[in-house]
């Protein structure tokens, strides 16, 4: 199987930055996308970002120009750089991965998630 742990959350004021990082390990033969998800309080949980295995990128609206996906294959890992950030941006974010796996002689595609980490912003 795969696992996918995060890093980097915490809690930063109105306007700073945040680095999250999310290593994938395990049975992986291949990634395809990987992507960060975030869920406020009471509220669905939502893309902010996906790079794709050529390295391109699709962010949510309200963080275009702020926050930068990228990712470094030959480690696993993907990264999400937050900033210039607000309030609204309070969440937990999850890492997501669509991996190809090879376990016990066959191939499987799944997507995992990571643990999620906290990011709070305050005004």
């Known amino acids: 199987q795969v696992q996918l742990v995060e890093s980097g959350g915490g809690l930063v004021q109105a306007g700073g930055s945040l680095r999250l990082s999310c290593a994938a390990s395990g049975s992986i033969f291949s990634i395809n996308a990987m992507g960060w998800y975030r869920q406020a309080p009471g509220k669905q949980r939502e893309l902010v970002a996906s790079?794709?295995?050529?390295?391109?990128?699709n962010y949510a609206d309200s963080v275009k120009g702020r926050f930068t996906g990228s990712r470094d294959n030959a480690k696993n890992t993907v990264y999400l750089q937050m900033h210039s950030l607000k309030p609204e941006d309070t969440a937990v974010y999850y890492c997501?991965?669509?991996?190809?796996?090879?376990?016990?002689?066959?191939?499987?595609?799944?997507?995992?998630w990571g643990q999620g980490t906290q990011v709070t912003v305050s005004s």
């Open positions: 790079i794709t295995d050529g390295g391109s990128t």
């Open positions: 997501n991965v669509n991996t190809l796996i090879y376990s016990g002689g066959s191939y499987s595609l799944d997507d995992y």
